[in-house]
């Protein structure tokens, strides 16, 4: 009986040693000897920035950033162990481009002088995405332009973690199903970015 947790972060910009994390969530499920999932528990909250004048505007819109919608989001140290107890508790992590996501967490906590979490083996669902797209299965291997081919309706604003993180779930369940999985990990990851600067 394994344990799956679905992370999604929303951040200030691409750049993990530059912008910071604006937003977390996570969904748990346990994976059934049926290859169902039963959903544990689901957890999300928001991270006060405290180098907001580093952000990237463009992000901050795609995020719905406002200091409003942020007035009562506490600091990343306040939310550390309930993180470390989610990624501990894990078997496996799911996300979409997840090393993303990972290397904002892990360099949050070294930038605050914390232990940072040791990651467990995970799934992308981007990476899956690719497969169907190398066999003319899919036009896109967005999160989005997936969503939009399997039908997965989203409950609340596209771009919040938790939404995200919603639809990260429902798509994997659905990809397990039409493609093969490979699993990588923190030091071996699914990587669009091991070109790019920002990595």
Sequence with gaps: MHIFTFLDTETTGLDYKKHEILEFAS?????NPDKSFTVLSTCEFKVKPERIDLAEPTALKVNGYTEEAWNDALPFTHHSEKLLQIINDSDYLVGQNLIFDLRFIRHAFFDRNLEPPV???????????????SEGK??????????????IKSEGRAHTALVDVKRTFEL??????LTSQELFTYVNPHD????????
């Design 192 to 199: 669009p970015y091991k070109n790019k600067k920002s990595s």
């Design 27 to 31: 969904l748990t499920a346990r994976l």
């Design 138 to 151: 899919l036009k896109s291997a967005s999160l989005d332009g997936m969503c939009n081919h399997f039908d």
């Design 119 to 133: 990651f467990p083996q995970y799934f992308d669902t981007q990476r899956m995405g690719k497969n169907l797209l």
């Design 172 to 177: 994997y369940v659905k990809l397990s199903k």
